[in-house]
Each structure stands twice: as structure tokens, then as C-alpha cells.
């Protein structure tokens, strides 16, 4: 995709992640400047970019700044140096980083007082999938700069979304996906481990995937009705029921020595539903007790 006006653009970080953004930007006609703490990697990254070795000199008369670090500290470290902040004023930032809500509140408060525009996202894929349909990138911070800047930034995903003003927005949103990622991903592989060690080939529950899916889905509809009305009430399985079955799959773990403490830790957080009195209501309910925790 070539965009219709050419940006001068600096990407920092020539990492896995820095270096796929690069090219993208690259790809879709812009002016890409990149820089990397070793300097052998932002030379790797072709694609027509251009490599600087000094951090001022890649940043100069850049309107946007586009930053991949392995973590905010990094970024932070960079920019204690007076130079490099006051080639920054007056660009647009946006952080591409990963990080925590809190993170991105110290990076606009850093901006602010280097007058620096900022925009806090994260992106949602594989270095593979930038600058295609399957990446998504969650946008917060002003929405006249995401304006200002959206038509260059779709370079790097077909999908690009602009959360709201509040900066950890972006940051929230990633950190609650990819919980859903990680934890679904953990249950996922603990499953198979069951079905394997139980003699049971794992294809066999691969198999069955759009039934799971299927119910995770369900629930995440009824749940996001149920916190919006604050009503858990239902007619379709009591949490005493779904307790009931996370015994089972303890006690599978356990009979067939694999690691039980996933399907332990699940029952835990279960079973403190119905220490809370909420043993009738329905499996969305547990949200009650994460609340309180
Ligand atoms: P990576 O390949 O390990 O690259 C890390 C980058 O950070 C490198 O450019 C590294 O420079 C730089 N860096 C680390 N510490 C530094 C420091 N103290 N000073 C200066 N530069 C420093 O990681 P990545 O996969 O590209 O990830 C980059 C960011 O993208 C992370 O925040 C990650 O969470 C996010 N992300 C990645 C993916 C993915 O699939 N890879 C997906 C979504 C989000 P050197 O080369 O000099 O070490």
C-alpha cells in the first residue's frame, strides 16, 4: 500500500518487532530513518530505509518518531540524554513499546515537558503480519494527533484503532487480550497434556476446537452483559456445578502426574465464588470476587 503523501519518519529499535514496522513504513513510500542501540541491526533492515549510528541525527527534522523497545526503561534511558530530548520537541512520538498503563502515563508526562506530541498504542501481532489485515494497532492519547498522523500509520496495520484520550487506554486494552492470549493459551496446552497423558492422542481435542472456542465466546457474551447490568443471575449452570467439574480436571492432573497447579489455581479463584455466597449464580459471578480482591 503506498500512501498518497510521504512522511519523514524515524523508527528506533531495529528489533524484531522495530525493524518489520520499518520496512512497512518503508514499503508504503515513506521517508524511514531507523536507529538501534547495536548498530549492525538498523543496518539490516533495508527494505529503503536509511540507518543512522547517531540517535540526534536519525531524529532530526523527523515529524514522526516511532519507538520499539524491549520496555519502557529503555526508551527512558535514551532520552535522560538532553540531546536527544530536545532533537524530539516539537515531533510527534508514538510509542510502540509494550507496556502497563502506568508506563504511558510517565511517557505523556515526559512528553509534555519536552514538547513532544504523544501517542501511547500497541500492536496486536506477529512481526510477520504487520502491515496486513491480521495486525491491529490500539491507539490512545489526542485524537487531533492520531488524526493528524492515521493515513502514514496505516502503513503498519490494516487495522488501526483509536481507543480514547486516556493515555493507559491502549495499554489496557492489550494487557486484557493478551491475558485472554496467554491464560487461554495455558489451558489450552495444559488440555492436551491431560489428553496425552491420559493415552489419549491431543488431535483428538485439537479437533474439537470450535466447541471450546464456542463456549468461551458464549461466555464472554454473557458475561459482558451480566458486569454491565450487575446481575448474575441465570438458569443455566450454577457455579456449585462448574466447581464441581474444575474437581475433576484437578483430579485428573493429579492421577496422571502432570502439573496440576493450573487447573488448582483455576479452582481456587472458583471456589472463593461460593465462599463469597455466589455458589447458585452464574459462572460470569466470579468477576464479583476479582473486584473485591
Ligand atoms: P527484540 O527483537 O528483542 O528487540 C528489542 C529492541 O529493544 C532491540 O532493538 C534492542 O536493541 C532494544 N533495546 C533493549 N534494551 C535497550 C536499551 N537499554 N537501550 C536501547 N535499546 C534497547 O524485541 P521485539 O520482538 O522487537 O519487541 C519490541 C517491542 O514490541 C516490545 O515492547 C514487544 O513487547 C513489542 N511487541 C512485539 C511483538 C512480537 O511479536 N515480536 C508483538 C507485539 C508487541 P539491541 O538490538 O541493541 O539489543
Same mark, same amino acid.
Given at each position: 500500500?503506498?500512501?498518497?503523501?510521504?512522511?519523514?519518519?524515524?523508527?528506533? !529499535?531495529?528489533?524484531?518487532?522495530?525493524? @518489520?514496522?520499518?520496512?512497512?513504513?518503508?514499503?508504503?513510500?515513506?521517508?524511514?530513518?531507523?536507529?538501534?542501540?547495536?548498530?549492525?541491526?538498523?543496518?539490516?533492515?533495508?527494505?529503503?530505509?536509511?540507518?543512522?549510528?547517531?540517535?540526534?541525527?536519525?531524529?532530526?527534522?523527523?515529524?514522526?518518531?516511532?519507538?520499539?523497545?524491549?520496555?519502557?526503561?529503555?526508551?527512558?534511558?535514551?532520552?535522560?540524554?538532553?540531546?536527544?530530548?530536545?532533537?524530539?520537541?516539537?515531533?510527534?512520538?508514538?510509542?510502540?513499546?509494550?507496556?502497563?498503563?502506568?508506563?504511558?502515563?510517565?511517557?505523556?508526562?515526559?512528553?509534555?515537558?519536552?514538547?513532544?506530541?504523544?501517542?501511547?498504542?500497541?500492536?496486536? #501481532?506477529?512481526?510477520?503480519?504487520?502491515?496486513?489485515?491480521?495486525?491491529?494497532?490500539?491507539?490512545?492519547?489526542?485524537?487531533?494527533?492520531?488524526?493528524?498522523?492515521?493515513?502514514?500509520?496505516?502503513?503498519?496495520?490494516?487495522?488501526?484503532?483509536?481507543?480514547?484520550?486516556?493515555?493507559?487506554?491502549?495499554?489496557?486494552?492489550?494487557?486484557?487480550?493478551?491475558?485472554?492470549?496467554? !491464560?487461554?493459551?495455558?489451558?489450552?496446552?495444559?488440555?492436551?497434556?491431560?489428553?496425552?497423558?491420559?493415552?489419549?492422542?491431543?488431535?483428538?481435542?485439537? #479437533?474439537?476446537?470450535?466447541?471450546?472456542?464456542?463456549?468461551?465466546?458464549?461466555?464472554?457474551?454473557?458475561?459482558?452483559?451480566?458486569? @454491565?447490568?450487575?446481575?448474575?443471575?441465570?438458569?443455566?449452570?450454577?457455579?456449585?456445578?462448574?466447581?464441581?467439574?474444575?474437581?475433576?480436571?484437578?483430579?485428573?492432573?493429579?492421577?496422571?502426574?502432570?502439573?496440576?497447579?493450573?487447573?488448582?489455581?483455576?479452582?481456587?479463584?472458583?471456589?472463593?465464588?461460593?465462599? @463469597?455466597?455466589?455458589?447458585?449464580?452464574?459462572?460470569?459471578?466470579?468477576?464479583?470476587?476479582?473486584?473485591?480482591?
Amino acid at each position: 500500500m503506498t500512501s498518497s503523501r510521504s512522511t519523514k519518519l524515524a523508527v528506533i !529499535g531495529s528489533g524484531l518487532m522495530g525493524s @518489520a514496522l520499518a520496512r512497512a513504513f518503508a514499503a508504503a513510500g515513506h521517508d524511514v530513518a531507523v536507529w538501534n542501540r547495536t548498530p549492525g541491526k538498523a543496518r539490516a533492515v533495508g527494505g529503503g530505509t536509511v540507518a543512522f549510528e547517531n540517535l540526534v541525527e536519525a531524529v532530526t527534522g523527523r515529524s514522526l518518531v516511532v519507538v520499539s523497545l524491549s520496555n519502557y526503561a529503555a526508551w527512558s534511558e535514551l532520552v535522560a540524554s538532553q540531546a536527544v530530548a530536545s532533537a524530539l520537541a516539537g515531533t510527534t512520538l508514538v510509542q510502540l513499546t509494550s507496556g502497563s498503563p502506568a508506563d504511558a502515563r510517565g511517557g505523556l508526562e515526559w512528553a509534555r515537558a519536552h514538547g513532544v506530541d504523544y501517542l501511547d498504542a500497541a500492536i496486536l #501481532a506477529y512481526p510477520a503480519f504487520v502491515a496486513t489485515d491480521y495486525a491491529t494497532v490500539y491507539y490512545a492519547g489526542s485524537r487531533a494527533v492520531f488524526d493528524r498522523h492515521q493515513e502514514t500509520l496505516q502503513a503498519i496495520a490494516r487495522n488501526s484503532v483509536y481507543v480514547d484520550e486516556k493515555i493507559g487506554s491502549a495499554a489496557t486494552l492489550d494487557c486484557a487480550i493478551l491475558e485472554a492470549y496467554y !491464560g487461554g493459551s495455558l489451558a489450552v496446552l495444559h488440555a492436551a497434556a491431560m489428553c496425552q497423558a491420559e493415552g489419549l492422542d491431543p488431535k483428538a481435542f485439537f #479437533a474439537q476446537k470450535n466447541s471450546f472456542l464456542g463456549l468461551i465466546s458464549v461466555t464472554a457474551d454473557a458475561a459482558q452483559d451480566m458486569i @454491565a447490568r450487575n446481575d448474575f443471575t441465570g438458569q443455566q449452570c450454577s457455579l456449585n456445578t462448574h466447581v464441581a467439574a474444575i474437581e475433576h480436571i484437578v483430579r485428573l492432573s493429579t492421577d496422571a502426574r502432570i502439573s496440576a497447579r493450573f487447573p488448582r489455581e483455576l479452582l481456587e479463584n472458583y471456589r472463593r465464588a461460593l465462599g @463469597a455466597g455466589l455458589g447458585e449464580q452464574e459462572l460470569p459471578a466470579v468477576f464479583r470476587t476479582l473486584k473485591q480482591d
